[in-house]
T-cell receptor
């Protein structure tokens, strides 16, 4: 069983929809949580970086962490065709292994005009 | 501020050869991590360097090695290439002086093994 599970999709939504992307994890040692966006032929781009349980908002993006359920989410409001990409969740432990991120498989999102 | 730069962008090699990939981190970043990305396994951690020392290592064979220079630039070497080494190799940098600072990625080197 993988430490981080993410539904690979693909997920197709109409422009303007609210998108919900999710990851579950099994290791309670994970304390830092990230969401990356990756366009084709590009490297992952950091979207959100969170530590504590709760919500963090940045523009149209909201990251949610529920440590008790080992579940994290990324919400995209008013989705745009330019949001079409692969979204990767990543996480790391609180101490030690500072350079090691564990990634989900990525969810492919298509936003149709 | 310039981002993480990886060279070359594309590389074609044959089995048995060796290859060296280069990564220049964001100015001021002292930690460089390397990842392998494949369709089947996703993104997997190879190793991390901080202040010219390997600080962490993933579960890859010894054919995969790296180093970091005093200017924080890093190189990754793969010897005796196998078909399964075909992948996108990504480098990420962070400040690295405290735990768990965010990592920023380059656009990778796509390595194809014939």
């Amino acid at each position: 069983q993988k430490e981080v599970e993410q539904d690979p999709g693909p997920l197709s939504v109409p422009e303007g929809a609210i998108v919900s992307l999710n990851c579950t994890y099994s290791n309670s040692a994970f304390q830092y949580f990230m969401w990356y966006r990756q366009y084709s032929r590009k490297g992952p781009e950091l979207l959100m970086y969170t530590y504590s349980s709760g919500n963090k908002e940045d523009g149209r993006f909201t990251a949610q962490v529920d440590k008790s359920s080992k579940y994290i989410s990324l919400f995209i409001r008013d989705s745009q065709p330019s949001d079409s990409a692969t979204y990767l969740c990543a996480m790391s432990r609180a101490s030690g292994n500072t350079g090691k991120l564990i990634f989900g498989q990525g969810t492919t999102l298509q936003v149709k005009p | 501020k310039a981002g993480v730069t990886q060279t070359p962008r594309y590389l074609i090699k044959t089995r048995g050869q060796q290859v060296t990939l280069s990564c220049s981190p964001i100015s001021g970043h002292r930690s460089v991590s390397w990842y392998q990305q494949t369709p089947g396994q996703g993104l997997q951690f190879l190793f991390e360097y901080f202040s010219e020392t390997q600080r962490n290592k993933g579960n890859f064979p010894g054919r995969f090695s790296g180093r970091q220079f005093s200017n924080s630039r890093s190189e990754m070497n793969v010897s005796t290439l196998e078909l399964g080494d075909s992948a996108l190799y990504l480098c990420a940098s962070s400040l690295g002086d405290r735990s768990n600072q965010p990592q920023h990625f380059g656009d990778g080197t796509r390595l194809s093994i014939l």
